[in-house]
């Protein structure tokens, strides 16, 4: 079992989620939170109105900010350190490898993941729900919802407790195609199996 979790979260400026405009990092080792990192990024696009209400992110907060080719210098290391997590997390992978084809940035064609949601889904089944704020209620976490930094924070507190109560993350892994910007399908036999929808 890997012992170095990368918990992440990001947050876009429309609809079309094909950048970011924020990103959290939150670096599970050793049964805490190690390390955090957070910063926000100039997706070169235009913001829809809900997302700017909904993020509270604007044009004119990321003015000056890093794009994401000079976000990537900073994270990439952060993010070959150890197993990709998140909420959702086919969302964020999704965002993550849209940008990284967007700006022609070059990095593994295969990623591996574990998402949390999938994972409380399994482990916490009397919730009413799997959202971040459910859980996070349920489990007396803080959290400023759709904030990319409290987010990914929550997500490694959540795994952390997963990973308390019993669960085995062999069974959660999945692999992200970054090129084709999907989730494949487990193998036949062998590895990790989905779990029956």
């Not at 913001?47 to 993020?55: G, I, K, R």
């Not at 459910?134 to 990319?148: I, K, R, V, Y």
């Not at 069974?171 to 399908?185: A, K, N, S």
Request: hydrophobic letters at 35%; proline letters at 8%; glycine letters at 8%.
């Amino acid at each position: 079992m890997r012992e170095r979790y990368i918990a992440f979260d990001v947050e876009t400026p429309n609809s079309a989620n094909h950048r970011m405009s924020a990103i959290g990092i939150a670096v599970v080792e050793g049964g805490t939170i190690a390390e955090e990192y957070y910063t926000l990024v100039d997706p070169e696009t235009h913001f829809d109105p809900f997302h700017v209400a909904l993020t509270g992110i604007s044009p004119e907060l990321v003015a000056g900010k890093p794009n994401f080719p000079a976000v990537w210098e900073e994270i990439r290391p952060i993010l070959d350190s150890g197993l990709l997590v998140a909420h959702n997390a086919p969302f964020d992978m999704s965002v993550l490898s849209k940008c990284l084809r967007h700006y022609g940035i070059p990095w593994h064609t295969t990623v591996a993941y574990a998402c949390t949601c999938q994972m409380s889904r399994r482990l916490m089944p009397g919730l009413p729900n799997h959202r971040l704020n459910t859980l996070c209620g349920h489990l007396g976490l803080q959290l400023d919802h759709h904030h990319a930094g409290s987010d990914s924070r929550a997500c490694g507190e959540i795994l952390l407790r997963c990973l308390e109560s019993g669960g085995q993350m062999a069974h959660f892994v999945r692999l992200y195609d970054m090129e084709q910007g999907r989730t494949l399908p487990p193998p036949r036999s062998g590895g990790p199996r989905r779990r029956p929808r």
